[in-house]
């Protein structure tokens, strides 16, 4: 079945096969000669056929090309944000740096959705590297809220390898970057040496619903450090 657009296209198509095929009619006579008529025809529409192709394989390049992050998007992902393409230096870096949006949706949506059982064992585990018993007082805000946490052990980095298509020793370049900005915080690590990052904190509605509001987010302190993202890579 086709979608509304593909049918509109296709109709096109049909149109222009059509009047392929009443150019060769008046071009060559073909009223003449059925069988010869017949094979002309179909000359024509191949030739109409094979030029829509064309037309659909550059279009669809063009819009690729043009439309990257559109194309990308899901609603289950939150990056990039509106105000990140309006910048151009920082639509200019999520191109050349693709995996940034795909290491900040995976850690986001990680834990976004946790509740009941899950988010009691991510305060625990909170408190067990941190030491502070919960609720944490934000950095940023200074409001008392549970940060939303990611253990980046072994599990973790297969895991998310495995999802943005990237090494180990990749990703951690992106998590060193990101924590260096305050875009990601550190708050400590193990004797394994596992490090808990936290990327955002949880926010309580009145109806005891949870919300999950990332640190990222537009202010000049964030846009900088997105636009700083190829110094804070090369560097580490």
């Not at 392929?20 to 000669?33: C, G, H, P, S």
């Not at 585990?125 to 018993?133: D, I, N, S």
Request: hydrophobic share 35%.
């Amino acid at each position: 079945m086709l979608s509304d657009e593909a049918e509109a296209f296709v109709q096109i198509v049909e149109s222009r096969i059509a009047q392929a095929e009443d150019n060769a009619i008046l071009e060559k006579n073909l009223e003449v000669n059925e069988e010869f008529r017949d094979q002309e025809l179909f000359k024509a529409r191949s030739k109409a056929v094979k030029a829509a192709c064309r037309a659909l394989r550059n279009a669809d390049d063009y819009i690729r090309m043009k439309y990257p992050h559109e194309l990308k998007y899901s609603k289950e992902n939150i990056y990039p944000r509106a105000w990140m393409l309006k910048d151009e230096k920082i639509s200019n870096v999520l191109e050349r740096y693709p995996k940034t949006e795909l290491i900040l949706n995976y850690v986001f949506n990680l834990n976004r959705y946790i509740r009941g059982d899950e988010y009691k064992a991510m305060t625990e585990l909170t408190e067990r590297f941190t030491k502070v018993k919960a609720p944490r007082i934000d950095p940023d805000t200074r409001e008392d809220h549970e940060f939303a946490v990611v253990l980046a052990d072994h599990d973790f980095y297969e895991r998310i390898t495995r999802a943005v298509d990237c090494t180990k020793i990749y990703v951690q370049k992106y998590l060193q970057a990101f924590k260096s900005v305050s875009i990601f915080f550190e708050l400590g690590k193990d004797e394994k040496n596992r490090r808990l990052y936290s990327d955002g904190y949880f926010v309580k509605g009145k109806d005891n619903t949870l919300r999950k509001v990332a640190f990222l987010r537009n202010d000049k302190r964030y846009r900088d450090a997105l636009r700083s993202l190829p110094q804070l890579l090369r560097r580490g």
